[in-house]
């Protein structure tokens, strides 16, 4: 019995060795997928914190560009604004020669009234 007592610690040292072999190699491929994880966790981060970077950057650029807007705007604006001020001084200045026109027509045709009434008056 003590050969078949050998043969049988033998088997199952065998399968012991075999099994640690196998548990060291699930080891070994356990760090190596852990190794890779956390380096793809790195680059990930990496890329999430440079499309960050990117986003602040553009919604940096976008708001200095809506405040130029806004300047543009406001000074577009002013620029109506001095235009409708110059047009009703104009339209005021027209109104104004309009009025001593007439003024000057209604003299001017009085004038020939009288002068034709005179000269009727003279016959």
């Known amino acids: 019995m003590s050969a078949?007592?050998?043969?049988?610690d033998d088997n199952l040292e065998s399968r012991i060795r075999e099994?640690?072999?196998?548990?060291?190699?699930a080891a070994s491929l356990a760090a190596?997928?852990?190794?890779?994880a956390e380096e793809e966790i790195k680059?990930?981060?990496a890329d999430l914190e440079r499309e960050r970077g990117e986003k602040e950057q553009a919604l940096a650029a976008a708001e200095?560009?809506?405040g130029e807007?806004?300047?543009q705007v406001e000074a577009a604006e002013k620029r109506v604004e001095a235009a409708e001020?110059?047009?009703?001084?104009?339209?005021a200045t027209v109104a104004d020669e309009l009025a001593r026109a007439?003024?000057?027509?209604?003299?001017?045709?009085?004038?020939?009234?009288?002068?034709?009434?005179?000269?009727?008056?003279?016959r």
């Open 19 to 25: 099994a640690e072999r196998r548990l060291e190699e």
């Open 102 to 122: 007439r003024e000057s027509a209604a003299r001017w045709l009085q004038e020939q009234l009288d002068a034709l009434s005179r000269e009727a008056e003279g």
């Open 43 to 45: 680059a990930l981060e």
């Open 69 to 71: 807007i806004e300047a």
């Open 64 to 66: 200095q560009r809506l």
């Open 85 to 91: 001020s110059r047009a009703a001084t104009v339209e």
């Open 4 to 8: 078949e007592t050998s043969s049988a």
């Open 32 to 36: 190596e997928a852990e190794r890779r």
